[in-house]
């Protein structure tokens, strides 16, 4: 009796762990799905804010150039925050409560990108406006290493993840520059910003 008894504690103890990773597992893939659908809306936002050439022909389209190009570039800015959240995810076996408030700051950032290039098209040329645009993508950036630097105590047995950790460690040190970088030139040139911009993103291409 009393065996039969300390066998079904032990199968009940391993059945909410099988049920523990299980959820675990399933709020990982919720998290990366809810991401996702966040970010594909802001894209969607930001091509709704394109408008129609007012007149005909090549003259038109000509005319809403700097909104074609900063559409672009939030385009750019919001493939690789996808690109590197999946290549996050990819490597995450288990989603801590530090995990998951990291991923909602890099979320929150991300989603004010739509804003930010409304202000840049609503006063072209200021300098504060430009900036703050780097700055939003560093933060957005320090978001995702929180995330990064709390999935350590989840994965420390998981030798992929270590090397994988030490190379996203290594991006970071030249890309936080960059951006900071990126945000001073604003004061100087918008055409600055923007070239430390394309760096950005060669350099992004190139690490992954």
């Avoid at 936002?45 to 005319?63: H, K, N, Q």
């Avoid at 430009?130 to 999935?151: C, F, K, S, T, Y």
């Amino acid at each position: 009796m009393a065996f039969e008894i300390f066998r079904l504690h032990a199968l009940d103890h391993d059945m909410s762990t099988a049920n523990h990773l299980k959820a675990s597992s399933v709020s990982t893939h919720r998290l990366e799905l809810l991401t996702d659908a966040v970010l594909a809306i802001v894209m969607t936002i930001m091509v709704l804010d394109l408008r129609t050439p007012p007149s005909s022909g090549l003259a038109g389209w000509i005319e809403i150039g700097s909104s074609l190009l900063l559409y672009l570039i939030g385009f750019v800015l919001i493939v690789m925050g996808i690109i590197i959240h999946h290549d996050y995810f990819a490597h995450f076996r288990e989603i801590s409560r530090a995990m998951l408030w990291g991923n909602f700051v890099f979320v929150f950032f991300v989603t004010l990108i739509p804003l930010l290039l409304r202000a840049i098209a609503a006063h072209p040329g200021d300098s504060f406006d430009v900036a703050l645009l780097p700055v939003d993508i560093l933060i957005a950036g320090l978001g995702i290493a929180a995330m990064r630097i709390a999935a350590v105590s989840k994965h420390r047995h998981d030798p992929g993840f270590q090397d994988w950790y030490r190379r996203r460690r290594r991006n970071a040190l030249w890309a936080a520059p960059l951006l900071l970088l990126a945000a001073g030139l604003a004061y100087v040139s918008v055409y600055l910003t923007l070239g430390v911009f394309a760096i950005f993103a060669i350099g992004f291409v190139a690490t992954f």
